[in-house]
């Protein structure tokens, strides 16, 4: 769907999907190449409600028309939540669908939260435990309406201004981490092996800091390198409108966050290689998030994540445009402090000691279960010998009372006539041996 800029607000941010820059040959400079439209998610857990709000809200001409003309500060306030009440009957029966399905996912989402802490609940208040989600009204689970879209972009802004805040400390959290792994490492070597080892690590730091000049993104270097080796144009020609139409791959009039940082891509070729052992490929992810911060906090005036022509063209006309400082890299500055690897190492242990006790606890309920399986097994081999005594003394019994023999499940086993017949045909001697002998004779008679 393409998204009107208003839109855009909410869902430019990058989250690991970026634009991708267009090469244009010199031949074919008038040539128009078509790019497929991005769909980077927003990192978000209801960035997919979101989308599909904005995309039935779309299909209405009148909402769509309002939205063209709305600013951002009535976006982002939520006023447009009141144009809800005129769309077409059709829109508002899929939103009211899209609503219910959402709050039937985040149903689900709390019974698996509840079963994994082994929270035991007959009868689950699911209103009460929908309030904690703040994008949708928890008290009508039904119907899409006002206070929905309201919630919905409201909710959407905060989290979207909190996002880079929190990419930048998962960051610094991967970045303790691995100096964490690295001193454990060497700990466990001896003097000799630990002292090649760092001095193989500081190689390889000193060659990842041997990359060419990096310039400061936005600066009229850095857009002119841009120009030309990914737009195959010439660099005296350099023209910012130009630059600004060429780039705005989606032709809505703005650069998202996305489209700018598709700009940084040759300035961050010159420092990794994700070939290279020495270059690691979340320090890029982070030095691109650093230069598009850079770029909107000198261009972005109005600061809804997204840059006008007007104000790329005003940006242009700074002294730092033209005369930049120079720009640091990650490795040039440092993202944490000793201090914070210290108390994060002092988590780490915490965190480790909690897993021990964990694991501890699971291998006593182990134990605990073969133990009962080992008794259970005990128990079943005492029935089945029980049963087989059983058995025995029940066919002993029919033995000595001339019952015939019982078969494994208390059954008497009867010959059949016929058998028995044909029995008496083929050994009649063992026949005769069981017929009853002649009655005596010259018995005295009974009167």
């Avoid at 208040?125 to 006002?146: C, G, I, M, V, Y």
């Avoid at 989606?250 to 990794?272: C, I, M, P, R, S």
């Avoid at 002294?319 to 780490?348: A, C, D, G, H, I």
């Amino acid at each position: 769907m393409n998204l009107q800029p208003g839109w855009l607000l909410l869902l430019s941010v990058s989250a690991g999907v970026w634009s991708v820059p267009l090469d244009r040959n010199a031949e074919n400079k008038e040539a128009k190449e078509e790019v497929p439209e991005e769909n980077g998610d927003t990192g978000l857990y209801y960035d997919r409600y979101l989308r599909e709000v904005i995309e039935v809200l779309e299909t209405d001409p009148h909402f769509r028309e309002k939205l063209q003309t709305a600013n951002s500060e009535d976006i982002k306030n939520g006023r447009l939540s009141k144009e809800l009440d005129l769309v077409g009957h059709h829109v508002r029966t899929r939103l009211d669908e899209l609503k219910r399905q959402e709050v039937s996912r985040l149903r689900m989402l709390l019974k698996a939260k509840l079963d994994s802490t082994n929270t035991q609940s007959l009868q689950m208040d699911h209103a009460s435990l929908l309030k904690q989600f703040e994008h949708l009204d928890p008290h009508n689970q039904n119907t899409f309406e006002a206070k929905d879209l309201e919630l919905l972009i409201t909710t959407a802004t905060k989290d979207l201004e909190n996002y880079d805040a929190e990419r930048h400390e998962e960051f610094k959290r991967y970045e303790m981490l691995k100096e964490h792994e690295r001193r454990e490492y060497l700990k466990g070597l001896d003097q000799e092996k630990r002292e090649r080892e760092e001095k193989r690590l500081q190689d390889l730091k000193d060659k990842h800091r041997q990359h060419p000049k990096v310039n400061a993104p936005g600066s009229v270097a850095q857009l002119r390198e841009v120009w030309e080796e990914t737009d195959g144009l010439d660099p005296q020609e350099f023209n910012p409108k130009t630059f600004f139409k060429l780039h705005d791959t989606n032709e809505d009039g703005v650069l998202d966050e996305q489209e700018l940082e598709a700009l940084f891509t040759k300035e961050l070729e010159k420092v990794y290689d994700a070939k290279n052992e020495e270059d690691d490929m979340m320090e890029m992810e982070e030095e691109r998030l650093r230069m598009r911060e850079h770029v909107m906090k000198n261009v972005d005036a109005n600061q809804d994540r997204l840059v006008t022509l007007e104000e790329f063209l005003k940006s242009t006309e700074k002294k730092e445009f033209s005369n930049p400082k120079e720009w640091e890299t990650l490795e040039t500055s440092p993202v944490y402090t000793e201090e914070e690897l210290q108390r994060f190492e002092v988590e780490l242990l915490d965190r480790e000691e909690e897993l021990k006790r964990k694991a501890e606890n699971l291998r006593q309920q182990q134990e605990l279960l073969k133990e009962r399986g080992k008794a259970l097994e005990a128990q079943r081999k005492e029935y089945q010998q029980a049963v087989l005594e059983m058995s025995h003394r029940q066919k002993e019994q029919q033995a000595a009372d001339g019952q015939p023999p019982a078969g494994p499940n208390g059954e008497l086993h009867v010959q059949p006539e016929g058998q028995k017949a044909e029995d008496e045909a083929e050994h009649p001697a063992e026949v005769q041996n069981i017929l009853p002998a002649e009655p005596p004779q010259n018995l005295p008679s009974h009167t």
